[in-house]
């Protein structure tokens, strides 16, 4: 190295660099401790407070018998509607009600002039007694022909008796003959030996001589009688053919009276149906037709139309599922169900099932039922919409609460149980189904239970609580009290 070269000497510092270091430096340590009393403050503040008991009103879990129902909505229809048309056709007459006032069974509605009608019953009497007349006459020829007929079967005994006689007469004189010519034989011997007189054999012939003459007035009486016979029994069968013809004469004009009569009482029940009469005890509609129209009978447009209602139907779907439980209630008792009215006050409208559908409506997956109700009030119109409730059955021992005690939950409902230390859990629940205002519970709770009814909003488990009564003016808090703040 040089004798020129030196070493390097270090630069001074200056005073204002100095100075800028330990203002830094400062302002460092001042925003160190600012920060570190505002992150103290921050923790302070988020540090819990001491909470004060949540107001809260319970109840206890019971057990007891609840209804098992279902509810529906059902429309009202008439227990029968009959559209009353006229039979016969005719002018109007007379109409003896209002339309829509309420008729009893067999109250006359409508009368329509019946004069047409009236001429042909007096037509029809007319040809009844006619006809009686000539059976009566058809009668007396036949009773007159029947004695004919008697006469003539008393000539034709006497007759055949004549003609027994005759033959009983001609057997006589022929026995009698044979007799004596047998004795005129014998004595004509005797004369030859000599034993009697020729006058007494020429007597005994002159007996047998007489007797072919009687035989032959015998004969001769004998063919008399028998024809007399044959002409009484000829008009034997004359007169009972009279007679066979008068019978039948009688049976013709009875059969004519009968269809007058028959004709008669046709004419007597269209003279009926001038007069017509309600059916059925129910409530009138609209008036078709008015006094002076001309009715046509079976016209398509009824008259009016009478719908019963007192019973009264209400027909109503259930949901099939109930199907099975429905059938076995309705075979072995009636199934209540009960009908209320939106709106309305009252006890509600009692009735009973009275018909089944034989089909499930697939599309909505329910069965059509009808109830009978007896409606005494009429408080029931066709055509409305009532709430229906069906009783299924009665279900004892079920563990029930007041539906507001229950809360909706992500995983279900649940319920806050105060336990004895006034601290509440949290508690998830099964509903079975609901009644009125009640739920029953499948599982969860125990009969005894204290469960919080109002309040629950508030409410975390583990939180304190303080029962107050319902109604209470006490309002649960809602949040910690301004108060203590600090």
Not at 70 to 86: L, Q, R
Not at 95 to 108: A, H, K, T
Not at 466 to 483: E, L
Request: glycine share 6%; with cysteine.
């Amino acid at each position: 190295m040089s004798a020129d070269a030196h070493p390097a000497e270090p630069r001074p510092v200056r005073r204002g660099a100095r100075i800028g270091c330990a203002i830094l430096a400062l302002l460092f340590l001042v925003g160190g401790v600012v920060g570190a009393q505002r992150l103290a403050g921050n923790r302070k503040k988020r540090e819990p407070k001491p909470s004060r008991p949540v107001p809260v009103t319970v109840t206890s879990v019971e057990k007891r018998e609840v209804p098992v129902e279902v509810h529906v909505v059902g429309s009202v229809a008439p227990f029968s509607t009959v559209p009353i048309t006229a039979q016969i056709g005719g002018q109007l007459k007379r109409v003896f009600f209002r339309q829509g006032d309420f008729v009893r069974q067999g109250q006359p509605l409508f009368a329509i002039d019946a004069r047409p009608q009236q001429a042909a019953l007096a037509q029809g009497q007319a040809a009844v007694e006619r006809d009686q007349a000539a059976v009566a006459q058809s009668q007396a020829n036949l009773l007159r022909d029947q004695n004919l007929v008697e006469q003539a079967r008393g000539a034709l005994a006497r007759d055949r008796a004549a003609v027994d006689q005759a033959r009983a007469n001609l057997r006589r004189d022929q026995t009698n003959q044979h007799f004596a010519q047998d004795e005129a034989l014998r004595y004509r011997n005797l004369v030859r030996q000599g034993y009697v007189t020729v006058e007494q054999a020429q007597q005994y012939a002159t007996n047998a001589t007489a007797f072919e003459s009687t035989i032959q007035a015998d004969l001769s009486a004998l063919r008399s009688a028998e024809a007399t016979y044959q002409a009484s029994l000829a008009t034997v069968k004359s007169q009972q053919s009279t007679l066979l013809a008068d019978q039948a004469a009688v049976r013709s004009a009875q059969a004519t009276v009968r269809s007058s009569q028959a004709s008669l009482e046709s004419v007597g029940v269209q003279l009926d149906y001038a007069t017509i009469n309600s059916p059925i005890t129910g409530r009138t509609g609209s008036l078709n037709f008015h006094e002076g129209s001309i009715i046509r009978p079976n016209d398509t447009t009824p008259l009016i139309t009478v719908d019963q209602i007192q019973p009264i139907y209400v027909s109503f779907s259930v949901p099939e599922k109930y199907l099975p439980e429905i059938q076995q209630r309705q075979q072995s008792g009636h199934l209540t169900v009960t009908a209320r009215l939106a709106e309305v006050e009252g006890p509600p409208e009692v009735g009973k099932v009275s018909f089944i559908e034989n089909a499930v409506d697939n599309t909505t997956g329910t069965i059509l039922l009808r109830a009978s109700f007896p409606n005494p009030l009429r408080r029931l119109w066709p055509g409305q919409f009532v709430n229906v409730t069906l009783l299924l059955r009665k279900q004892k021992n079920c563990l029930v609460l007041p539906s507001q005690a229950i809360q909706p939950g992500q995983t279900g409902d649940l319920i806050f149980v105060v336990k004895p230390d006034n601290t509440v859990e949290s508690r998830q629940v099964k509903v079975d189904f609901t009644y009125q205002d009640l739920s029953v519970l499948g599982q969860g709770v125990k009969e005894g239970e204290v469960v919080v009814t109002d309040g629950q909003l508030l409410l975390t488990p583990g939180a304190n609580v303080t029962v107050v009564k319902p109604g209470s003016h006490q309002k649960p808090a809602s949040g910690p009290d301004k108060g203590s703040s600090r």
